[in-house]
């Protein structure tokens, strides 16, 4: 089990850049697989991407290939999403949400309370 807490939401203009990061408590983190969401408003919470915990194995959605960069550091119980090249569209609640299992086969079991991000045109 793992209590995720995100930080580094925030304003950005387009173009612009911001680091989340997230800090999950609990002794099973570095078997946790683990993973950043987002909610936009009047719409459906949706997977933004993804990292494994046997070899960080990365996965992303569309809309964050190329731009978004997903890494965790065991270490410090604390896993990182780079957002890069924001559009107004990235605005959005961002979660971080832990698995119960290594890999990202499963939905998410805990989820942090959100940070939110919003990308000015």
């Known amino acids: 089990q793992v209590n995720p807490v995100e930080s580094g939401g925030g304003l950005v203009q387009a173009g612009g850049s911001l680091r989340l990061s997230c800090v999950a408590s609990?002794?099973?983190?570095?078997?946790?697989?683990m993973g950043w969401f987002r909610q936009a408003p009047g719409k459906e919470r949706e997977f933004v991407a993804g990292i494994s915990a046997r070899n960080a194995a990365t996965d992303y959605s569309d809309s964050a290939r190329g731009r978004f960069i997903i890494s965790r550091d065991n270490a410090k119980n604390t896993v990182y999403l780079q957002m890069n090249t924001l559009k107004p569209e990235d605005t959005a609640v961002y979660y971080c949400?832990?698995?119960?299992?290594?890999?990202?086969?499963?939905?998410?079991?805990?989820w942090g309370q959100g940070t939110q991000v919003t990308v000015s045109s």
């Open positions: 949400a832990g698995y119960d299992r290594p890999d990202l086969t499963t939905t998410p079991k805990f």
């Open positions: 609990g002794r099973f983190f570095s078997a946790t697989a």
